[in-house]
DNA sequence: GGCTGGCACTCGCACGGGCGGAGTGCCAAA
DNA sequence: TTTGGCACTCCGCCCGTGCGAGTGCCAGCC
């Protein structure tokens, strides 16, 4: 029917408005700003529809409309067109990448590129280390017992940890142990890593056996380990701009941030390749998050998944701008990311 | 004269009230609070002198006192005791810092100690780089001409640059590279790798020459440029909590932290060994923390500054817990990386 | 049947006056 | 120099009012 089409076109104009005023929208201020080619009474007929079937909600009796998640849904998934970035806006995320020199500096730029771009707070995930292979494998004598390990993967991920051994050991075996776990690793992943530890263990020379095993102990440990999974957040302080709406909301999802529940939402799904996720107000799982939207997407190579980044917001966001910003910057950090 | 004691002695007490209520403080609740001998009438005398003094101030006629930046800035200079830490909190710390498995580990457990703590913004800086020694270098070849740096200091940091060479490079010259960037700076301080690269470029075999001049530029390199030095923050969602005083004291503070120029300050002032330094509102230089305060101290081994940590909160703080919390947490985290 | 204009109704909010209370400053007396 | 008393000031709160925005409904029109 034309009704419906034409209800749609009220609830996007309603969602329009309300984003850029955040103020309720009435039947009145609708039928001025947008030309639907009705009168405001045969408006207000659509949105008593609409808030009938969930999509809108008067804050109290004789106010104007605002949005429910389930209306923000609506429009993200069916009346939002993805807006394309300016060519200045591509050329500025070029521009703030290009010149990064290690991984650490590239995540930071991102972070704060996307925290400017879409003016909310910005999370960034370091490349996952499951899905890394190695680059090389160093050892490092710190003390009698004690050795550095320290990982390098094909993302340029860094990691180190300090391993304990049950015996006092030489540089010549610090050297050997070095060699033998580098030809082992090099080029594998490291989900198979685990995989290849016993077979390691059972092949290496005898005296260095139970180095080997607690050297291997210690990588897969890294792997396992809760908080293997680093995080960068940027732009917190655009919260607050946002926050005029309810005091007592900011604190939440600081805290959120801060336990870094916010990533785990990110790497569930991450897998899908290149669409952009949103997760509007409720259907956020944590409830810190409840009236936030966390809009992200995976990052990286087209065959090769590395992490995921995003952003998180009020539930009243400008969807179409900001999806677009998540998906170039995605883009360009995987391209980035891939060549080095 | 007595006088001036009793003076200093309600001085006291309104900032311990105020600290501890918000509430601008009456010389009739002082009386009955704090047992100073005196009635309230005398009190009124002694606030007029005291605001007089600049010491204190009153929002608005006819209401109670409230302490200023120099009214703060006498309390921790004359009129406050350092309170120790309770067995428990002793206790905390270090249940809370034992089994961290490496250095940003420990950083990401202190920062959050910290500001668990005290229920303030903690920031924590990396050990910086220029009072740093190497423990060894690591190269490792990406692709043809690229090689990536792999710094580990003798803190337990590690930093990572790609070098670009002017040529392509083989394996073999790969390891003799590293072989004699190892031998040269192992054990050397970073501050004084700069003045050790002509030599080494003089000294190197021929062939090696540009090699060693391209990565050596970019070790030295990574220590000149800004942002060599990291910084850790936790606890921000505890700017809420206090920020019930004036809105829009937020959002200023939290874009200084993300700029970092907090760090700066925590720098300068680190030389100072093992003193806790406070910066009162206006004291701080940057304007955005105006209105705020920051509690740092140095940490590292009493003969060697490793780097700064503090926190930042409202100028009304309870200042002797808080500088307490700092010093202890320094302190413990001084020594957890001397050992290692 | 759907759209439109008109109209009465409902609230929230901003404005303004009145009140109470906390706190001060000053003064005279101890 | 301290103290109690007292008048004064001013903020914050409560409440009543008026206004305006917005709605829902209804009767008429296309």
């Given at each position: ?144 017992s004690?050795l550095?390990l ?13 391993v304990e051994c049950p015996v006092?050991v ?7 142990l ?23 263990v ?6 260095l056996r139970p180095l080997v095993a607690a050297v291997s102990a210690a990588l897969?440990e ?119």
């Amino acid at each position: 029917m034309a009704h419906d089409e034409r209800r749609l076109q009220v609830l996007r104009a309603i969602v329009q408005d309300f984003v850029s005023t955040n103020d309720p929208v009435g039947s009145k201020a609708l039928a001025e700003r947008h030309d639907l080619g009705v009168s405001p009474a045969t408006i207000r007929n659509d949105m008593a529809v609409l808030e009938e079937q969930g999509y809108i909600a008067q804050p109290h009796t004789s106010a104007g409309r605002v949005p429910t998640d389930k209306g923000y849904r609506l429009f993200v998934d069916r009346l939002s067109a993805v807006k394309p970035l300016s060519g200045a806006e591509r050329k500025a995320i070029e521009k703030f990448l290009d010149g990064a020199v290690d991984l650490h500096d590239v995540l930071g730029r991102t972070v704060r590129l996307l925290a400017q771009l879409t003016r909310q707070v910005a999370v960034v995930q370091y490349p996952t280390l499951s899905r890394s292979a190695v680059r090389h494998l160093e050892v490092v004598q710190v003390a009698g017992s004690r050795l550095l390990l320290v990982l390098i993967t094909d993302t340029g991920r860094v990691e180190q940890r300090v391993v304990e051994c049950p015996v006092d050991v030489d540089a010549e075996c610090v050297a050997e142990l070095r060699a033998l776990l580098n030809s082992a690793f090099t080029g594998a992943k490291l989900a198979d890593a685990g995989g290849k530890v016993p077979d390691l263990v059972d092949t290496a020379p005898l005296h260095l056996r139970p180095l080997v095993a607690a050297v291997s102990a210690a990588l897969v440990e890294t792997l396992v380990e809760p908080g293997e999974d680093r995080l960068v957040v940027g732009g917190t302080a655009n919260l607050t701009r946002t926050a005029l709406d309810l005091p007592g909301t900011v604190r939440p999802i600081l805290e959120a941030l801060e336990e870094q529940v916010v990533v785990l939402k990110l790497i569930s799904e991450v897998d899908t390749g290149g669409t952009v996720v949103v997760r509007i107000g409720e259907e956020n799982a944590h409830e810190a998050l409840t009236g936030a939207s966390v809009v992200s997407v995976g990052y990286g190579s087209p065959d090769r998944a590395l992490g995921g980044l995003g952003i998180v917001g009020p539930t009243r966001m400008d969807y179409p701008t900001n999806m677009a910003a998540v998906r170039a910057v995605a883009r360009y950090v995987g391209q980035l990311l891939a060549e080095s």
